[in-house]
């Protein structure tokens, strides 16, 4: 193993790792809208729960990508109906849970006065987790563009470090400039429409998965 292959797997697991988390989609959506009513803290902790899984999955990709793929082979129209439904409830439950809730706060601070972190952010990570297992885009991509990837890579303990770290980094870049975004966004809208900004997000999400449903 050389230094020219950890490169080539390092840029090849970017490349993957793009691919699946450049796409708008209703996750991208839902990190966005996190941000955007709960602040920063909350925006980066969920887009830590995404890139978490992006790296899981690309790990995957490189160890049993021909075997995912012949496993997921004839049930993608299963898998994406699914996954739709759940992002449906997803954010039907957004909408739901902001009508019941109006008034309250924000997430608050990203950390509490004692230094620890905020379990808070921890069941945002957390949520953003199971959300993301849940999206089959996903795991359809992968299954196709980092699978194919990592077909052109010689396994071994580095290359598949070199190749997860690409493709987690590039998913957590890109999440975080999402919920960077999403962020400054909240900041700069007035109190009426960052009211009306959690159901429109949550609104969409159902909107995208409608879609996502449909092919």
């Known amino acids: 193993m050389t230094t020219p292959d950890l490169l080539a797997a390092l840029a090849l697991g970017v490349v ?4 699946v988390a450049v ?11 996190e941000s955007l009513v709960r602040g920063r803290p909350a925006g980066l902790a969920a887009a830590a729960g995404v890139a978490t899984v992006d790296l899981a999955y690309a790990v995957l990709a490189v160890l049993l990508g021909a ?8 049930h993608e129209d299963q898998l994406r109906v699914a996954g739709a439904a759940a992002l449906a409830v ?11 809730g109006r008034g309250a706060s924000s997430i608050g601070p990203a950390v ?7 379990p808070r952010l921890v069941r945002v990570w957390a949520r953003f987790v199971v959300v993301t297992v849940l999206n089959p885009a996903t795991a359809l991509i992968f299954a196709t563009v980092a699978t194919g990837l990592a077909g052109r890579l010689d396994v071994t303990p580095g290359v598949l ?22 962020a400054w966004a909240g900041g700069r ?4 429409w960052h009211d009306w900004s959690a159901p429109a997000g ?3 999400v159902v909107l995208l998965a409608g879609w996502v449903a449909l092919g």
């Open 67 to 74: 075997q995912v793929t012949r496993a997921l082979s004839g």
């Open 90 to 100: 997803v954010g039907l439950v957004g909408v739901v849970r902001w009508w019941a």
């Open 189 to 192: 809208l007035g109190a009426r």
């Open 23 to 33: 796409p708008v989609g209703p996750v991208a959506v839902l990190v966005v809208r």
């Open 161 to 182: 470090v070199a190749f997860a770290a690409g493709a987690g980094a590039a998913s957590l870049g890109w999440q975080c400039g999402l919920a960077l975004a999403g």
């Open 16 to 19: 993957a790792g793009l691919s």
């Open 112 to 118: 509490r006065e004692d230094g620890a972190a905020d």
């Open 202 to 204: 949550s609104g969409l």
